[in-house]
Nanobody, 127 residues
Framework: QVQLVESGGGLVQPGGSLRLSCAAS????????MGWFRQAPGQEREFVAA????????DYADSVKGRFTISRDNAKNTVYLQMNSLKPEDTAVYYC????????????????????WGQGTQVTVSS
């Protein structure tokens, strides 16, 4: 079993920054892609960013490109999402997830390619 715990969310003003962390425990996650998704009230869960098991390849939603950066530290079993230049439309619950297939060459961008999910952390961007 794999447990994922997100942290780092909170209230921030527009233009501000936050760094989310996702700590994995249980069975190893270092061989799997990791992703961040978000869900705003009344909306579908949407892809934000993903990274391969090695950290060599990343992918981002168009809405966050140039503002968000995903990274990972396999020695610490932790994935990060650095969020800069935050906008009110970034307000959502942010979830991290582990990819379903080990050693995938490209990080998946759809929810059905992830099999373990965290409980989420709230990010609110407001003045």
């Amino acid at each position: 079993q794999v447990q994922l715990v997100e942290s780092g969310g909170g209230l921030v003003q527009p233009g501000g920054s936050l760094r989310l962390s996702c700590a994995a425990s249980g069975r190893t996650s270092s061989d799997y892609a990791m992703g961040w998704f978000r869900q705003a009230p009344g909306q579908e869960r949407e892809f934000v960013a993903a990274i391969t098991w090695s950290g060599g390849t990343t992918d981002y939603a168009d809405s966050v490109k140039g503002r968000f950066t995903i990274s990972r530290d396999n020695a610490k079993n932790t994935v990060y999402l650095q969020m800069n230049s935050l906008k009110p439309e970034d307000t959502a619950v942010y979830y991290c997830a582990r990819g379903s297939n080990s050693f995938a060459s490209y990080p998946p961008v759809t929810t059905y390619n992830y099999d373990y999910w965290g409980q989420g952390t709230q990010v609110t961007v407001s003045s």
